[in-house]
């Protein structure tokens, strides 16, 4: 079953390599194998050059090897004898391509074979045309026992196994649950803008377009049971609904802003957040990001849904760069973080993620709340936030907080959120009954010290 592949030069495969849908679903997954792009990045580079049709298919072989990943790993590693050599990674992206599409989507094998042998044709090397064949075939041979042996933890978890380690210890009780919904097709969720319409009118509107929707966990949430181009739901151009997970939803009806209040989103992008805080409020609203790119994403939504904000690129940790000196009313921190309760979401946080990565965060998170505190009005609230399901960066982070800013109290969460009470907040794990994992805690600020007002 074994070949020592002598490729040279990856990039005369890339010149070589037809643009054929095929084609670039090995080129994303060979970008995932490299950690060079994030998958939805990757998606929405290629699939402005295809067809709707090749879009979906696309997406689908590409999430779907995401998810199997760990599997998929330990079937080439039984089809092809010798580890790939860094320069050689291409073949596997192609093998992992096609031994999904035969193993786990209903495509037709002889297409699937004769088109990722034809992706691999490069002059001059006809031995690499010879592997794909000669592995794919095999894997059409012994498909069935190949996909039964999952012995490992990552092959039948299909995670990295510092991460499975780190789950089972957060959550000795409930880690396997919380792999499995990690491997699960998350709901579409939609939050309507009750502004405009109520939740109820907003589900009988979609049930007659035959889209089966059911009320979910937050009030202004919609789970839709089957998900749906946004542009085919009736109220979606004129500004009733967004797309939001209904615990990102929780989120800003935790900090609860009320009319005319300052208030700012330190950590904006792409300001499903933002929207909502002003679909609730009319506030006087401040959206940071770091990143400039994203920033125009929250405009476009502003756009569609008809709400202002201020907006400014900025690093929410380095105050002196961008705050006017006008204390907040209150504050949203939606820290950026491992991301661990949004992997049914992108699958590809499995691949992306490191214990080094996660480190790192935790000083962000640490240098984001230190800072934020400074411009918050005595007897404001600030609300931390992460959709990650790691204590070091939720409970463990309000509890170093507490420690260090004798001026700090719990405040009191929206007694509706669902989820675990923790010591310091509430923690939703994901749940295809529910929402994503997310984290909340309400801190308070009391009046023993001055916020520091610029002279
Ligand atoms: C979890 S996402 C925010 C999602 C957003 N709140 C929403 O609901 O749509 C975290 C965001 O933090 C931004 N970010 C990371 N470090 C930052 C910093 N030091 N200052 C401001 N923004 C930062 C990232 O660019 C990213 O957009």
């Keep these: 079953m074994g070949w020592d592949l002598p490729v040279e030069s990856l990039s005369k495969w890339w010149a070589l390599m037809s643009k054929t849908v095929r084609a670039r ?47 998929l790993s330990a079937i080439e590693a039984q089809l092809i004898d010798k580890p790939l050599k860094p320069r050689d990674l291409i073949l596997g992206a192609i093998v992992r391509c096609g031994i999904y599409e ?49 012995h490992q933890a990552e092959t039948l978890w299909n995670h990295p196994s510092w991460l499975i380690e780190r ?22 969720t939609l939050r309507v803008n009750q502004r405009l319409v109520s939740r109820e009118t907003q589900i009988e509107k979609l049930r007659a377009q035959d889209i089966d929707c059911v009320p979910g966990s937050a009030p202004a949430s919609i789970r839709l049971n089957e998900p749906s181009p946004v542009e085919r739901l009736d109220g979606f151009n004129q500004g009733f609904l967004s797309v939001q997970d209904e615990s990102s939803q929780w989120a800003s009806i935790a900090l609860a802003g009320t009319s005319g209040e300052r208030i700012l989103d330190a950590c904006a992008a792409p300001g499903g ?25 929250i405009t476009e939504n502003l756009v569609r849904l008809g ?4 907006l400014k690129a900025a690093d929410a940790s380095q105050p002196d760069t961008w705050w006017d000196g006008i204390p907040f009313d209150g504050i949203l921190l ?25 480190k790192s965060l935790l000083g962000m998170q640490r240098a984001l709340i230190d800072a934020l505190w400074e411009v918050l009005k005595d007897g404001g609230r600030l609300l931390y936030t992460t959709c990650s399901i790691l204590p070091s960066e939720n409970d463990e982070q309000i509890e170093r907080f507490l420690g260090h800013h004798p001026d700090a109290s719990l405040g009191v969460l929206n007694a509706g959120i669902p989820g675990i009470r923790t010591t ?32």
């Design 334 to 358: 939606d820290a950026p973080c491992s991301a661990t309760g949004v992997i049914r979401r992108h699958p590809d946080i499995r691949l992306m993620r490191s214990e080094a990565a996660i």
């Design 25 to 71: 679903a090995v080129e994303i997954i060979f970008a995932l194998q490299n950690q060079r792009s994030n998958l939805d990045g990757l998606l929405a580079k290629h699939g402005k050059q295809v067809s709707d049709q090749d879009r979906k298919f696309l997406q689908s072989l590409c999430y779907g090897i995401t998810r199997q990943w760990y599997h």
């Design 167 to 188: 789950i089972q210890s957060a959550w000795p009780e409930r880690w396997e649950g919380i792999l499995v919904e990690n491997n699960a097709h998350p709901p579409m």
């Design 424 to 455: 310091h907040g509430i923690q939703q794990l994901p749940s295809h009954t529910g929402g994503d994992g997310f984290y909340y805690a309400l801190l308070v600020k009391s009046g023993s010290s001055q916020p520091k007002v610029r002279a």
């Design 102 to 150: 035969l193993g786990w989507m209903r495509s037709k094998e002889h297409a699937v074979v004769t088109e990722y042998v034809d992706a691999t044709v490069v002059e001059g090397r006809p031995w690499a045309r010879g592997l794909v064949n000669a592995v794919l075939r095999n894997f059409i041979r012994h498909r069935a026992e190949l996909k039964m042996e999952r």
């Design 273 to 297: 957040k933002t929207t909502h805080l002003l679909e609730l409020a009319d506030l006087d609203l401040l959206a940071l990001d770091i990143s400039e790119r994203r920033l125009t994403k």
């Design 307 to 310: 709400l202002r904000a201020q």
